[in-house]
């Protein structure tokens, strides 16, 4: 079992900046593909990026502007976003997989956290 917490949600202006973190317990972190989805407001949870143990992969609508990584010693993945825009509005969730990467990703998930960009 893994347990995953995010937190660094928060209300921005658009063009701002947040990084994201998700800190998992009961498992090392190394021994799983780490992914960023989100949720907005009567819409399906997206995929936004995923890391393995060196790759990474991003939705088309991030990429340049979201950053992920981890730091498996801390058992944490981060996920840095710049250049904020009101669509990137959602609940943003960490999910941790031991076998599948990037869209299809479906293991275990945290309990997410607010990301407001206003306009």
């Known amino acids: 079992q893994v347990q995953l917490v995010e937190s660094g949600g928060a209300l921005v202006q658009a063009g701002g900046s947040l990084r994201l973190s998700c800190v998992a317990s009961g498992r090392a972190l190394s021994t799983y593909n780490m992914g960023w989805f989100r949720q907005a407001p009567g819409k399906e949870r997206e995929f936004v990026a995923a890391?393995?143990?060196?790759?990474?992969f991003y939705e088309d609508s991030v990429e340049g502007r979201f950053t992920i990584s981890r730091d498996n010693a801390k058992n944490t993945v981060y996920l840095q976003m710049i250049s904020l825009k009101p669509e990137d509005t959602a609940v943003y969730y960490c999910?941790?997989?031991?076998?599948?990467?990037?869209?299809?990703?479906?293991?275990?998930w945290g309990q997410g956290t607010q990301v407001t960009v206003s306009s």
């Open positions: 890391i393995g143990w060196i790759s990474t």
């Open positions: 999910a941790a997989d031991a076998t599948r990467f990037g869209r299809t990703m479906n293991g275990y």
